[in-house]
């Protein structure tokens, strides 16, 4: 009785645990469908169309526009409360909460606020494995940022497509406002992104990694796959500028070769696209 008590218990864990996995999986991935369309709302109201929040504070800090659209406070640079990306600042928590219930929130969070008890900023937090960036050969990522829960650090788990190019660099960032090519859906009207069902607007942070840890192009000296927050080594949760979200394989073999007629500043691969072109580079900051 005991040995087939045994048995039993051995089948149906690891039953319970892909269960467990899968539905966290699902919760991120209406998690982000819920950014995407809390995205095409703010381009509604925007006077310029524009899809990717830009926050107040763009035009003083440079890497901007990759988390702080929305979400709590956190451990990372400029995003707790009281500082430039605080958390009453953030485009999408107007909108969710409200300028007065921010507010209210950010009273109530400052007198009585832990990292465990976060529920009003749940949905910009992934239920799996947030694990931040992935420690990587080459990878100079924040302290904060590396190893650590990305939500912790930024205060949401999802990063938007904020992808830029550094002039006459091979590497993606932003140093200053000139000589930067923007090429991610941050700061661009709804108009300029020129296919929407492709293009990808939110994801997991560590699915933008991967544009530099991948085995066709990546610029770190050592290449290969990520480990998933949802137990799938190389798969994503990606949010697309249409609306609709896919668990997507971003591993080895799924990049594409960087073309010269986008002067080899294009991001694509089975999963979709990172870049807008063809569409005219935009030089600076909305």
Request: hydrophobic share 35%; proline share 5%.
């Amino acid at each position: 009785m005991i040995s087939i008590v045994a048995v039993l218990i051995s089948l149906l864990v690891p039953a319970m645990a892909a269960a467990r996995v899968e539905g966290q999986k699902t919760k991120c991935m209406a998690h982000l469908r819920n950014l995407a369309q809390l995205a095409s709302a703010y381009s509604s109201e925007d006077s310029d169309g524009v899809y990717g929040p830009v926050h107040p504070q763009a035009n003083h800090y440079h890497g901007e526009g990759y988390a702080e659209y929305g979400g709590g406070p956190g451990i990372a640079p400029y995003v707790n409360w009281d500082e430039p990306f605080d958390p009453n600042t953030r485009p999408f928590n107007k909108m969710i909460y409200g300028v007065e219930g921010m507010a209210s929130g950010a009273d109530d969070f400052v007198a009585g606020w832990s990292r465990s008890d976060s529920s009003m900023f749940d949905q910009f937090r992934c239920p799996g494995e947030d694990m931040g960036y992935q420690e990587w050969p080459g990878w100079q990522g924040l302290p904060e940022e590396v190893e650590r829960s990305y939500f912790i650090a930024n205060g949401t788990s999802y990063r938007m497509n904020n992808l830029v190019w550094r002039e006459g660099s091979g590497s993606s960032g932003i140093s200053n406002h000139r000589n930067t090519w923007i090429a991610g859906i941050y700061g661009r009207p709804v108009n300029r992104i020129p296919d929407s069902s492709v293009t990808v607007a939110f994801m997991e942070a560590r699915a933008f990694q991967t544009v530099f840890t991948n085995d066709t192009w990546g610029f770190l000296s050592v290449h290969g796959e990520l480990t998933s927050y949802h137990k799938k080594l190389g798969y994503f949760n990606l949010a697309y500028a249409d609306g609709h979200v896919s668990f997507a394989d971003m591993g080895n073999g799924t990049y594409a070769q960087r073309t010269l007629a986008n002067g080899y500043y294009d991001v694509r691969g089975t999963w979709g696209r990172m870049d807008c072109f063809p569409f005219e580079m935009v030089r600076d900051l909305p």
